[in-house]
């Protein structure tokens, strides 16, 4: 197994040199010369050469990328910002907690709301209790996001007055963002959850279970949920990425100072410190996540722990 | 693979990635942009009581506060500030309290050079002038502001590649503790084309800048001081009870925005307009000037929030307006371009954008203190729906029912305008097609000549004449400006207009004239704005068609 996290930790700084050089790329060949946006269209061309020699974009690209990797990678630095004027990490520092404080409460609540959900249906497959958990699953997944913020502010801000509309100002303001960021994942997680337990739920070794006359209890928590959870696990994975991306869209509605809308005035504005760091950041992130998944599934399914344990053996 | 590769490996992965998270409590940096600005028609000196600036009077009697302080006020802003280093005062939301924390050497008040940190200046000669600072002036951390500083500031601005408007600008260096000496390149034709180096940029403590990141942390000379301040979201400032401009004497002799009249002032940033309408309809706060034209009934008379809200209107010193793109096959036929502007009834159009546009009847917008009222009367295309005469010029241009590309704001206003613009040019039989961009792509867009046809756009400036800035000949390497045009007699026109002796409405009307004899632009609407304000606030005051809340007067009954 550790020979495995090593070999994943190597890949991952491929994986990570891969994405700065993409992103670096993309972000080089992306209109619109940031010199000028930042300065406005009635800024001289004198003027505009001055400020893209400031930024270090009057270099060649090998020079520009070479410089962009060897501050990344070997001076960890990240730069920066051109807009905000203040180091992309010191600024990321102090949006990350926010966004994060959004992301992993929603992805707890849509977890556990999302699994109870997604079982109740199964084991209730056909009935009335399914259809409506899926009418109330379909409803989440095709409410768009700003919507149901404005529902929620509407209801709970201006009619209740119960919590605030936006800010950050105290743990209440959090409380909206978190509701309506988790109502997709809950939905997801229900469908995904039901489909895994419908294809364990008459499985040889759940009739096995039953006929030695275990409660019924016991076979969904002991036999069928431990097989039905690896593909919540994936998309738990996948959903841990943006935990840390951030929603711009919540973020903006909610006046949230977080990750995603500094992405995104990033990528408007052409700050290139803040988009080039911002995926870096993410690509370690997501990597660690990846990795943090295969290992979730080594530790659920002995089948996956089996094969490590053999791979071991025939080295 | 060998063993001890792999530990070192690891090793190196995990102090990579302590160092990145150490790194997370780094250091500031500074250096950004700064807009533009040519020309003004220049009248000098330190000046008289200054209240030529406008005031947008509310209809409640009061005489507003005069000895205490308005206690706290909440504002909402529509965008971020993103950066409060000295540098872009005008750009974004910053131009509602920039000016309240720094100051510069010199106010604009209707054309008019005010002293603001200068208390007198000399012209030595041609190319030399002496500006001197008063010498009581500090900084909110109790820096005492010197000639030194002032040096320090002109040249931060200038060599941080962000001297748009330093075409005369040689040097600045220090003449004794309280007077600096500048040299120009070559003789100013007014004090307007000074304007980005004397009345633009901030001067703060060079101290006070190496102790602080000004981006998050400002300090400045100005009467407010900004007590706390999260980007992306909430920014607090509040009255110096030490400010140096408190002294009567001095108070009286500059513009009147730099006397405070509110104790807090709290900026609240609210993308959203429905959310800011929410705001307001629960009290969280007070002024906010971007509600939308169906919600803003609701907080006028016989509204259902009218109990504590007023609708002020105020004009703003923008102006939309349509410019061809010189560069393009169709932007540089001047037959299609006016076939284009008798198209257009900009009275619907100006309808359609929503809010409170004025429909313009010449060129500019009656905001503007060296617009003429009178050139409403006479005929021009702005003022003349006329599809025939459009036709007319449509059979005599080069247009054979190709597709124009319009591009415009991505703004609902713009976009709105766009929509009606093209149903009217279809009418005539002009097809165009509709691109909306953020400013950041439409400034990227307008700067190649291609992929554009003509521009729906937002311009403003202190002055009707600076307005024109945009149309000199200084952009680009090839001497065009920035709609792709290059011509000399314009430049000349507009030269004439900035000059002192001749910076008069006559010879503005001048350039005028050229520009819409030559088909260069169509004025849409005058852009106003609709300031939803708490009934507390008497009297809105309005910098530069900005409203300032810190200036503004209040009943505290």
Redesign the interface.
């Known amino acids: 197994m550790a020979?495995y996290i090593?070999k994943r930790?190597?890949i991952?700084?491929v994986i990570v040199w891969c994405a700065a050089i993409v992103v670096f790329t993309l972000m080089y060949l992306a209109?619109?010369?940031p010199?000028?946006?930042?300065?406005?269209?009635?800024?001289?061309?004198n003027?505009i050469q001055?400020?893209?020699?400031?930024?270090g974009i009057d270099k060649p690209y090998l020079m520009q990328l070479g410089i962009f990797m060897y501050k990344t990678?070997v001076k960890?630095?990240?730069g920066?910002s051109?807009?905000?004027?203040?180091?992309v990490?010191?600024?990321?520092?102090e949006?990350l907690p926010r966004t994060i404080l959004i992301g992993f409460s929603a992805m707890i609540l849509n977890v556990a709301i999302g699994v109870f959900l997604g079982i109740k249906a199964a084991i209730h497959e056909g009935k009335w209790q399914d259809s409506t958990i899926m009418i109330i699953a379909m409803a989440f997944i095709s409410a768009p996001d700003f919507w149901v913020a404005?529902m929620l502010?509407?209801l709970f801000?201006?009619k209740l007055?119960w919590l605030?509309?936006?800010?950050?100002e105290s743990w209440k303001s959090y409380v909206l963002p978190i509701i309506c960021s988790c109502f997709g994942g809950i939905a997801v997680n229900a469908r995904q959850s039901r489909s895994a337990m419908l294809e364990v739920i008459r499985a040889d070794y759940i009739t096995t279970a039953r006929a030695k006359g275990q409660k019924e209890d016991v076979i969904v928590r002991k036999h069928m949920l431990p097989n039905a959870l690896m593909p919540v696990i994936t998309s738990l994975g996948n959903g841990l990425t943006s935990i840390v991306a951030g929603s711009p869209i919540i973020e903006?509605?909610f006046?949230?100072?977080g990750v995603g809308?500094?992405l995104l005035?990033g990528l408007?504005?052409?700050d290139l410190p803040v988009v080039r760091s911002c995926v870096v950041?993410l690509a370690?992130f997501s990597s660690i996540a990846m990795l943090l998944t295969d290992l979730a599934y080594a530790f659920l399914d002995p089948r996956i722990k089996a094969q490590y344990a053999s791979g071991r053996r025939t080295r | 693979m060998n063993r001890n590769f792999?530990t070192k490996?690891?090793a190196v992965?995990l102090a990579?990635?302590m160092?990145?998270s150490m790194?997370?409590?780094?250091?500031?940096?500074?250096?950004?942009?700064?807009?533009?600005?040519n020309t003004a028609a220049a009248e000098t000196a330190a000046s008289d009581s200054g209240t030529a600036v406008s005031e947008a009077t509310v209809s409640a009697s009061s005489s507003g506060s005069t000895g205490s302080l308005y206690p706290e006020i909440t504002v909402a802003l529509p965008s971020?500030w993103?950066?409060l280093?000295p540098v872009n005062l005008n750009?974004d939301s910053k131009p509602y309290f920039m000016f309240n924390i720094y100051e510069t050497l010199f106010d604009i008040v209707d054309g008019k050079f005010v002293g603001n940190l200068a208390e007198s200046y000399t012209n030595v000669d041609d190319k030399t002038m002496d500006v001197t600072i008063y010498d009581c002036i500090y900084d909110s951390d109790g820096n005492h502001i010197t000639a030194d500083d002032v040096v320090n500031s002109i040249n931060w601005v200038h060599d941080?590649?962000?001297?748009?408007g330093?075409?005369y600008f040689e040097s600045v260096e220090k003449k004794d503790d309280y007077t600096v000496e500048f040299h120009w390149t070559k003789k100013p034709m007014s004090m307007g084309v000074l304007e980005q180096i004397i009345a633009r940029a901030a001067i703060f403590s060079t101290k006070a800048q190496g102790e602080h990141?000004?981006?998050?942390d400002p300090v400045g000379t100005g009467d407010y001081k900004v007590t706390k301040c999260?980007?992306?979201?909430?920014m607090t400032m509040e009255a110096r009870s030490d400010y140096w401009g408190n002294d009567p004497a001095i108070a009286a002799k500059r513009a009147p925005y730099h006397t405070a009249t509110v104790q807090k002032i709290n900026f609240?940033?609210?993308?959203?307009s429905?959310?800011a309408a929410?705001?307001l309809?629960?009290n969280?706060i007070d002024v906010c000037s971007y509600i939308t034209a169906d919600t803003l009934p609701e907080f006028q008379e016989g509204g259902q929030y009218a109990g504590n809200y007023q609708v002020i209107e105020a004009m703003a010193s923008d102006y939309y307006q349509i410019n061809p793109n010189g560069g393009s096959k169709f932007g540089s036929d001047e037959n299609l371009m006016k076939a284009i502007y008798y198209a257009l009834d900009n009275t619907s159009i100006a309808k359609a954008m929503g809010g409170s546009y004025i429909p313009a009847k010449a060129y500019g917008s009656s905001f503007f203190y060296d617009y003429d009222k009178s050139w409403e009367s006479e005929s021009n295309y702005i003022n003349t729906y006329d599809p025939a005469k459009a036709k007319e010029f449509l059979s005599k241009s080069n247009y054979k029912g190709e597709t124009l590309q319009m591009i415009g704001l991505s703004t609902e206003a713009v976009k709105n305008a766009m929509q009606m613009i093209q149903v009217q040019l279809l009418q005539v039989g002009i097809n165009v097609n509709i691109n909306a961009y953020?400013q950041?792509?439409m400034?990227?867009?307008?700067?190649s000549k291609d992929g554009w046809d003509f521009v729906v756009s937002l311009t403003g400036g202190p002055s009707l004449v600076k307005s024109l800035?945009?149309y000199g000949n200084?952009?680009?390497?090839d001497n065009n400006n920035?709609y792709w045009v290059s011509d000399d007699q314009l430049q000349s026109l507009l030269d004439t207009a900035n000059t002192d002796g001749t910076n008069d409405q006559e010879h503005l009307k001048a350039a005028l004239d050229y520009i819409m004899d030559k088909g260069y632009g169509y004025v849409i609407a005058d852009a106003s704005s609709s300031i939803v304000a708490t009934k507390k606030l008497t009297k809105m005051f309005m910098r530069e068609g900005y409203y300032t809340v810190a200036a503004s007067t209040y009943s505290n009954n």
């Open positions: 020979r090593i930790l190597l991952m700084v209109p619109g010369d010199a000028r946006i930042l300065l406005g269209s009635e800024a001289d061309d003027v001055m400020k893209r020699v400031a930024l990678f960890f630095d990240f920066t051109w807009v905000y004027n203040v180091p990490m010191s600024e990321l520092a949006r404005l502010i509407i801000a201006q007055g605030p509309a936006y800010g950050i903006t509605v006046v949230i100072p809308a500094y005035t408007n504005s052409r950041f370690i | 792999l490996s690891l992965i990579g990635a160092t990145v790194a997370a409590c780094g250091s500031l940096t500074t250096g950004s942009s700064d807009s533009t600005g971020d993103k950066d280093s750009q941080s590649g962000n001297a748009i330093y075409d990141n000004f981006a998050t999260t980007t992306g979201s909430s609240q940033i609210i993308s959203e429905a959310q929410i705001a309809e629960t969280k953020d950041n792509t400034e990227a867009t307008m700067g800035g945009g200084t952009i680009n390497a920035k």
